[in-house]
């Protein structure tokens, strides 16, 4: 999972850190800490791709750090 870009915020809607990878659509986790949404994103992350992977949808090339206008 370290290939792809995660970017972390914090939401204080919900008052969590929000962690999201961008390449992968709706990989989207939340943590107390910055850590722990890391660890929670890498875990949807991982299902996501395995997932992919038995459904046979095409897998994104992890592009490193996304840029946005």
């Known amino acids: ?15 969590v ?3 999201e ?18 660890h929670e994103v890498n875990i949807v992350g991982k299902e996501w791709l395995d997932l992919a992977t038995e459904k046979g949808w095409q897998i994104p090339e992890p592009r490193g750090r996304v840029l946005y206008a």
């Open 17 to 19: 850190f929000i962690a």
């Open 21 to 38: 990878i961008p390449e992968l659509a709706g990989c989207v986790a939340h943590g107390e800490t910055q850590d722990e949404a890391l």
């Open 1 to 15: 999972m370290n290939r792809y870009e995660v970017i972390i915020y914090w939401s204080q809607a919900d008052g």
